[in-house]
């Protein structure tokens, strides 16, 4: 079993940047993919950004150009840099691991994001 803690999620202004992490109670260095998705109020969650333990990534065209993820493996943890923030952002996000055949979620952490 993998445990993931989400921190970073606040309130801010249009335009503005954010960086959430995720923590992770075990060694990611096996974990291959980890994801962010968010989930909007009355919306089903969405897929946002996704690495590999290689470093490569993926994005969703809505934050594509605007957000960046990474994975420190050392310190088992992984991160989304948000920056250009609009209000279509606001939503709680989720870090997500597939391991040891399956799926894994923290509880997420609120970004809100408006003047």
């Known amino acids: 079993q993998v445990q993931l803690v989400e921190s970073g999620g606040d309130l801010v202004q249009p335009g503005g940047s954010l960086r959430l992490s995720c923590a992770a109670s075990r060694s990611i260095i096996s974990i291959i993919f980890m994801d962010w998705y968010r989930q909007a109020p009355g919306k089903q969650r969405e897929f946002v950004a996704r690495i590999s333990n290689g470093g490569v990534t993926a994005y969703s065209d809505s934050v594509k150009g605007r957000f960046t993820i990474s994975r420190d493996n050392a310190k088992n943890a992984m991160y989304l840099q948000m920056d250009s923030l609009k209000p279509e952002d606001t939503a709680v996000y989720y870090c997500?691991?597939?391991?040891?055949?399956?799926?894994?979620w923290g509880p997420g952490t609120q970004v809100t994001v408006s003047s």
């Open positions: 997500n691991a597939f391991y040891d055949g399956a799926p894994y």
